[in-house]
């Protein structure tokens, strides 16, 4: 790095610093001129310092708070009912030391008559039955196979050995949801030198990021167990993991997720994705590529394109001509998918050179120019390119846009090729390589805002969520697929949405269609946000832009209130995925 960068960076610490020592009563002052303070906003997200993920302390410390809130609902969960719970352990190869921390948590369970059924291998019968006998009277029975199917029982919660149980934990099960007989899991922490650690919070069912990164992995209530017996549940580490990645492949609905940490792990390597990379393309038997990435810990899939139809990519503009320059040529020159047209469409435009550029791309045999000769309107623009796209399946695309990965369409078509998906999105970075977006999370900021922004390229982000291809409820329009018919089905973009939220309005309207959203991370671009738009920081743009918070917040306040690819105990308040912080 040169040392101007470096003294930059400590330059804008420094900045920050002195900012933070005015009275609040000036900071509040100073936020009433929009100029200034998007140029501070914009220069301090420039410096690469404060990208936002916080320290390992700090999220300790945020947990812990977060532990009480926790406790204080799972407590309301309790009822004067005892409760009847199956509980299968399963013991792995070389872990069965680790069966007496499961049990001595077992015990602690409050008014349950527990049955604890022991899965392991018939060599380890004798040191498990050891481990367990000295506890054994504290539980309704106790039984040690080494196959599912031996222990004959409908329902069941499953663990691993070394996961302990919280003490209410039955009664959340049947508490939670009045439905009685869906699948179910739950949050996880790791408990290590007397302290709980590292939680998993994870999103509602999310089979896309089940098959990337295998997140469910314990902790699961199955209502009927025989879906496990049926699909050969073995002792393996990556068992519960691989028949969730059945039920992802299938396209299974009712899985449900308790957002609350109901088990607590003692090793943070739970599994071997390796493995689990190599049983998922056993799996799907040569219907999709399956690549493990080491570096990231996540999982590639590419599904085939062989039908390889045509995508309309769309691109508005008005002027920019070295941007829209850019973004063709990148596109023409880095992309390997092979059927694709380009409709350019002019808003118009008035610089000579610009529309000099676009005559002279008209003639290029895969672009089409078409003239929009109206006041700006986003949704309006690509809702008049796409009745004229000959594509099946339609790309939105910003003129700000540059591809990086050659794959990218590729990557991107097979996703949205795929019957349950609906919108597909892409990872976008900055020139300087700090994330754009990584798919949209709703209630950010009361509205909508990008995953992971202005973290590093190769951060992993939280749960890997960053390096993994996953569902999301929203994604940007800024490099957007979706097939054609599911965009005439909801109607398009909506026109009352000129300018913000009309790509989340559109892919939660999709979402009702009963598909999923995708942020696809194989696919990478830049995307030189705002570059031709500007900010919104002119009293009328604030205004315009408040307008269109209303709509987003009074139409989708269900997803606001709780955006099922997130997690309520994570903070909205911020796009990092830091631990929502309670005061206590």
């Not at 700090?58 to 812990?64: C, F, P, Q, R, V």
């Not at 950010?444 to 993994?468: I, S, V």
């Amino acid at each position: 790095m040169k040392l101007s960068l470096i003294l930059k960076k400590y330059l804008m610490l420094l900045i920050k610093l002195v900012v933070g020592l005015f009275p609040k009563k000036f900071r509040s002052w100073f936020k009433k001129f929009p100029v200034l303070t998007s140029l501070y906003s914009r220069s301090l997200q420039k410096s690469g310092l404060f990208y936002g993920f916080p320290s390992r302390k700090k999220l300790d410390a945020l947990y812990a708070k977060n532990r009480l809130q926790q406790n204080k609902l799972i407590a309301g969960y309790k009822s004067i009912q005892r409760c009847k719970l199956n509980l299968v352990v399963v013991v792995p190869k070389n872990r069965q030391n680790q069966l007496i921390v499961t049990i001595k948590s077992l015990v602690n369970i409050v008014d349950t008559d527990l049955s604890v059924f022991i899965l392991c291998d018939e060599r380890n019968f004798t040191e498990c039955q050891s481990i367990v006998s000295k506890y054994a009277s504290s539980f309704s029975e106790v039984k040690f196979q080494s196959t599912l199917s031996s222990f004959s029982i409908d329902s069941a919660f499953f663990i691993y050995s070394g996961d302990a149980l919280h003490p209410l934990i039955s009664f959340v099960i049947f508490n939670y949801f009045e439905l009685r007989d869906a699948i179910l899991y739950v949050d996880t922490d790791f408990f290590e030198k007397q302290k709980h650690t590292q939680p998993r919070l994870l999103p509602d069912w999310n089979p896309a990021l089940q098959l990337s990164t295998a997140y469910v992995n314990t902790g699961v209530w199955i209502p009927e167990v025989s879906l496990f017996v049926d699909a050969g549940f073995s002792l393996d580490a990556e068992s519960i993991a691989i028949q969730f990645a059945k039920f992802a492949i299938m396209n299974k609905k009712d899985i449900l997720h308790i957002p609350l940490v109901l088990v607590h792990r003692i090793q943070t390597e739970s599994i071997n994705l390796n493995k689990y990379s190599a049983i998922l393309a056993n799996l799907l038997d040569g219907d999709a590529n399956v690549k493990f990435d080491k570096s990231n810990d996540v999982i590639s899939i590419q599904w085939p394109t062989i039908s390889e139809p045509l995508v309309s990519l769309i691109i508005p503009t008005k002027n920019g001509k070295e941007l829209v320059k850019a973004c063709i040529e990148s596109i023409l020159n880095k992309t390997t998918y092979p059927n694709y047209e380009i409709l350019l469409i002019d808003n118009n435009s008035d610089e000579p050179e610009s529309l000099s550029y676009f005559a002279e791309i008209n003639q290029h045999p895969k672009i089409r120019l078409l003239e929009y000769p109206h006041p700006f309107n986003y949704s309006s623009i690509n809702n008049f390119a796409v009745s004229h796209a000959k594509g099946s399946i339609i790309g939105l695309v910003n003129n700000d846009i540059e591809v990086i990965s050659e794959n990218w369409l590729s990557s991107m078509v097979g996703w949205v090729l795929k019957d349950d998906v609906g919108c597909v999105g892409a990872k976008l970075l900055y020139a300087d390589g700090r994330v754009q977006h990584a798919g949209v999370v709703l209630g950010y900021g009361g509205g909508a805002g990008h995953a992971h922004k202005y973290f590093p390229r190769y951060h992993p982000g939280y749960l890997n969520r960053l390096a993994a291809t996953g569902n999301f409820s929203a994604v940007t329009a800024a490099c957007l697929l979706v097939k054609k018919d599911d965009f005439d089905t909801v109607g398009g973009l909506d026109e009352i949405l000129q300018v913000a939220f009309n790509d989340v309005d559109f892919c939660l309207k999709v979402l009702s269609l009963g598909k999923r959203n995708i942020y696809c991370a194989e696919a990478e671009l830049f995307h030189h946000e705002s570059i031709s738009r500007g900010f919104d920081d002119t009293p009328e743009k604030q205004a315009r832009f408040s307008r269109e918070l209303t709509y987003l917040q009074t139409t989708w306040a269900n997803y606001i209130q709780h955006d099922p690819c997130y997690n309520p105990n994570l903070t909205l308040s911020r796009e990092n995925f830091a631990i929502r912080e309670y005061k206590v």
